[in-house]
């Protein structure tokens, strides 16, 4: 039986249709996915993100297991600030990507939905300082768009929001509040407790917040070129092969975190990398579609069709040497297609044509 956010009664009664998702019900659109698009990226849209695992890690230990374990360095870190980066295996592959928040006595992690099981369980596995690490139970909303943050805080009294820096967090009574999102568009995610979450999104809506579902969510990741999970990430492939080698904190050089061997033996050497794809024929690209460049084939991860851009866009894994044009096998038929660097749109601009 899949679990229920302190939200799911408020999707439920505005209309959500509500689908299976990493052992949550969650809702894909509220009606028209297109329309909650438009309005994260022209307005301000929210999103329900409580099925994200919350973990936070504390005492005298937090700071060695989390650089153990975390192949960016959160010794990098502030009381305030995040930073992004992924959990590796002996291989070098990714078990999940994270975000990692400075508070002032603990780091608070929050991961994935569909990896929380392995993660805790990773977490226990590789505990070899005494770390003290909890879940915890707590509710999040994600308010994105151009006027996110003018009507968050027309509607709660949250001094210093707006001068909040990207990656940067801001405490809030119970809550934490980070200038982060998954959108490509300016916003935050709130995380709060479950009491507190039904209130701030019926005031949300009430001050013209669209509600959005997982659809909406899906199309502004892949415009703004973020990585999905399991689609674009996992456990079989590198960081380096994966668009987010940038988060791989090399220095110092005596840090030994999991997988800093294996990717060490591929750095500057990776066969393949994530590229972005537009489509330039009739089509939509999809995941698992093969991919023929001139340096040799490769696969699409994660493809759509782009309400800003109004075509085809697409992740693929491709030989590193692989530019210019391509063509993708769909059903049988190979269509022309271009390999550009993502992201494709971000704060509401064009960045391909």
Same mark, same amino acid.
């Given at each position: 039986?899949?679990?229920?956010?302190?939200?799911?009664?408020?999707?439920?009664?505005?209309?959500?249709?509500?689908?299976?998702?990493?052992?949550?019900?969650?809702?894909?659109?509220?009606?028209?996915?297109?329309?909650?698009?438009?309005?994260?990226?022209?307005?301000?849209?929210?999103?329900?993100?409580?099925?994200?695992?919350?973990?936070?890690?504390?005492?005298?230990?937090?700071?060695?297991?989390?650089?153990?374990?975390?192949?960016?360095?959160?010794?990098?870190?502030?009381?305030?600030?995040?930073?992004?980066?992924?959990? =590796?295996?002996?291989?070098?592959?990714?078990?999940?990507?994270?975000?990692?928040?400075?508070?002032?006595?603990?780091?608070?992690?929050?991961?994935?939905?569909?990896?929380?099981?392995?993660? =805790?369980?990773?977490?226990?596995?590789?505990?070899?300082?005494?770390?003290?690490?909890?879940?915890?139970?707590?509710?999040?909303?994600?308010?994105?768009?151009?006027?996110?943050?003018?009507?968050?805080?027309?509607?709660?009294?949250?001094?210093?929001?707006?001068?909040?820096?990207?990656?940067?967090?801001?405490?809030?009574?119970?809550?934490?509040?980070?200038?982060?999102?998954?959108?490509?568009?300016?916003?935050?995610?709130?995380?709060?407790?479950?009491?507190?979450?039904?209130?701030?999104?019926?005031?949300?809506?009430?001050?013209?917040? =669209?509600?959005?579902?997982?659809?909406?969510?899906?199309?502004?990741? =892949?415009?703004?070129?973020?990585?999905?999970?399991?689609?674009?990430?996992?456990?079989?492939?590198?960081?380096?092969?994966?668009?987010?080698?940038?988060?791989?904190?090399?220095?110092?050089?005596?840090?030994?975190?999991?997988?800093?061997?294996?990717?060490?033996?591929?750095?500057?050497?990776?066969?393949?990398?994530?590229?972005?794809?537009?489509?330039?024929?009739?089509?939509?690209?999809?995941?698992?579609?093969?991919?023929?460049?001139?340096?040799?084939?490769?696969?699409?991860?994660?493809?759509?069709?782009?309400?800003?851009?109004?075509?085809?866009?697409?992740?693929?894994?491709?030989?590193?040497?692989?530019?210019?044009?391509?063509?993708?096998?769909?059903?049988?038929?190979?269509?022309?297609?271009?390999?550009?660097?993502?992201?494709?749109?971000?704060?509401?601009?064009?960045?391909?044509?």
């Amino acid at each position: 039986m899949s679990k229920h956010t302190p939200l799911y009664d408020v999707h439920v009664s505005a209309g959500g249709k509500m689908v299976e998702f990493a052992g949550w019900s969650m809702p894909v659109n509220y009606g028209s996915q297109i329309k909650e698009h438009v309005a994260v990226r022209t307005a301000a849209g929210m999103f329900d993100v409580s099925h994200m695992t919350v973990v936070d890690v504390m005492g005298e230990a937090a700071v060695a297991f989390l650089r153990r374990l975390v192949a960016n360095d959160v010794q990098k870190l502030e009381v305030g600030k995040a930073l992004y980066g992924a959990l =590796l295996n002996d291989r070098g592959g990714v078990i999940d990507d994270l975000i990692v928040y400075q508070r002032a006595d603990h780091y608070r992690c929050v991961v994935n939905a569909g990896t929380r099981d392995k993660v =805790l369980a990773w977490f226990d596995q590789q505990n070899q300082v005494g770390a003290d690490f909890k879940e915890q139970d707590l509710a999040m909303i994600a308010v994105q768009g151009p006027r996110a943050i003018e009507i968050l805080t027309s509607i709660e009294d949250i001094p210093g929001l707006a001068d909040v820096a990207p990656f940067n967090a801001l405490e809030h009574g119970d809550w934490l509040i980070g200038r982060t999102g998954y959108t490509g568009e300016d916003g935050v995610e709130v995380i709060l407790p479950g009491a507190d979450a039904v209130s701030l999104w019926r005031r949300l809506s009430e001050a013209g917040v =669209l509600p959005a579902g997982l659809g909406a969510r899906d199309t502004l990741r =892949l415009e703004a070129g973020l990585n999905l999970y399991g689609q674009d990430l996992d456990e079989d492939t590198s960081p380096l092969a994966s668009n987010i080698g940038w988060t791989i904190a090399w220095k110092p050089e005596d840090r030994e975190f999991l997988g800093r061997e294996a990717i060490e033996r591929l750095r500057g050497r990776c066969p393949q990398k994530l590229t972005g794809l537009v489509m330039r024929d009739k089509g939509v690209l999809r995941h698992g579609q093969r991919v023929v460049t001139d340096a040799g084939e490769g696969v699409i991860t994660s493809g759509t069709y782009s309400p800003t851009l109004e075509y085809s866009i697409a992740f693929a894994r491709v030989p590193k040497a692989a530019i210019g044009s391509c063509q993708v096998d769909i059903r049988g038929k190979m269509k022309e297609a271009t390999i550009v660097k993502p992201p494709f749109v971000r704060n509401g601009k064009n960045l391909v044509d």
